[in-house]
């Protein structure tokens, strides 16, 4: 019987630099939800510009959701470095989720917003360049 197993180690180049992109993303979230967790001046650095006026539960709560999102993202990209085709398209979705709200709010502010950003679309580039979508498809007929 000849079973074949496939480690982290043996994905394309294009999806080990995908997942780690991910993993950026991830300590960028939890870092600007524990900035916006700290208070309006800290908020600023994650785009947050009228934090001033926000209450202390709101902008709570919103540090909060920012870092269940970043977890959630960081266990999506532990799927797709495992080659699970859904994953991928989940990050691919929830990323452009968080885009377009961060666009129809006026554009990208902060720098935690800027970083995420750049690191985003490499890692969804990287997602779908011809490497990688022959190892996703390899994976499925697995």
């Known amino acids: ?4 197993r496939r480690t982290a180690a043996s994905n394309p ?9 991910w993993v950026v993303v991830t300590v960028v979230g ?13 908020a600023a650095l994650s785009g947050i510009s009228e934090a001033d006026g926000m209450s202390t539960g709101a902008l709570a709560g919103g ?3 920012a ?13 797709m470095r495992a080659g699970r085709n859904w994953a ?4 691919t979705i929830v990323g452009v989720a968080y885009l377009l709200s961060v666009f129809s709010g006026g554009g990208v502010a902060g720098i935690f ?4 950003l750049v690191v985003f679309v490499a890692a969804v580039v990287l ?16």
Do not use: H, K
């Open 1 to 4: 019987m000849n079973v074949e």
């Open 30 to 42: 939890i870092i600007g939800g524990i900035a916006v967790l700290i208070g309006p001046g800290a």
């Open 127 to 142: 997602m779908f360049v011809p490497a990688s979508g022959a190892f996703f498809r390899s994976r499925t007929r697995t």
């Open 67 to 79: 870092i269940v999102l970043a977890l959630i993202q960081l266990w999506l990209a532990f799927r």
């Open 13 to 21: 180049d294009t999806v080990r630099y995908s997942f780690i992109c």
């Open 113 to 116: 917003n800027w970083i995420y």
């Open 63 to 65: 540090g909060i959701i």
């Open 88 to 91: 991928r398209i989940v990050l």
